[in-house]
């Protein structure tokens, strides 16, 4: 069966440091991989797809970035955090097809 | 273009009766709609889905939700809720986009469960 694993779980992290979160997915190839936030008291906000191994997808412009450097890896960056970057933040994958998304336990990022 | 409207941010039920939360869709094509469920701190667990098969879709843990396409609706419901229902609810509309498949969610319904 397919699971899938963020780290870390929670996260502190100062004004101006940079970030580095990694989604891995098991027992599936090629999967679409999403990266979302939901801020306090909101829905959710799609930040970045990949349908393949370099390829994103960036929906919203922002002070975040995404990379894919394996088939099953996605990594949500920043150089520089800013208090709006606090948040939870979710990874999903899917299939091509199927249309559902299935996400991942998730992080809390909170800039200070 | 495609929109999700959960009509209420806020649902209270006292435990052993129906639940009943609602949502409204826009959508360009023929979507798949899909409820999840989320606890406090915890990703984001799929319920059911509606993908244009049978109109009353039913889902784990003992929901339904039925598809009406002329009221443009698709809420979810359960016959009697339990203490451990009580989470947020995500519904959700997806479109076809870049070879993947976009997901435009509800702002969330908050479900309380009271003894």
């Known amino acids: 069966s397919q699971t899938i694993h963020q780290w870390p779980a929670t996260l502190v992290q100062p004004v101006g440091s940079p970030l580095s979160l990694e989604c891995t997915v098991e027992?599936?190839?090629?999967?679409?991989l999403y990266w979302y936030r939901q801020a306090a008291g909101r829905g959710l906000q799609l930040l970045f797809y990949?349908?393949?191994?370099?390829?994103i997808s960036s929906e919203v412009p922002q002070n975040l970035s995404a990379s894919r450097p394996q088939d099953r890896q996605f990594i949500l960056s920043s150089k520089k955090l800013l208090l709006s970057d606090s948040g939870f933040y979710l990874c999903?994958?899917?299939?091509?097809?199927?249309?559902?998304?299935?996400f991942g336990p998730g992080t809390r990022l909170t800039v200070t | 273009a495609q929109s999700v409207t959960q009509l209420d941010s806020h649902v209270s039920v006292s435990e052993g009766t129906p639940v009943l939360l609602r949502c409204n869709y826009s959508s360009s094509y023929s979507p798949s709609l899909f409820w999840y469920v989320q606890h406090p701190n915890k990703g984001l667990q799929l319920l059911l889905k509606?993908?244009?098969?049978?109109?009353l879709v039913k889902g784990i843990n003992g929901f339904e939700a039925e598809f009406k396409k002329s009221e443009t609706s698709f809420h979810l419901t359960k016959p009697s809720a339990h203490m451990s229902d009580a989470a947020e609810y995500f519904c959700v509309v997806s479109a076809r986009a870049g070879g993947g498949n976009k997901l435009t969610f509800g702002t969330g319904t908050q479900l309380k469960v009271e003894l």
């Open positions: 990949s349908v393949g191994i370099g390829q």
């Open positions: 509606y993908t244009s098969a049978a109109t």
């Open positions: 999903a994958w899917s299939d091509t097809v199927a249309g559902v998304q299935y």
């Open positions: 027992g599936t190839s090629n999967p679409n």
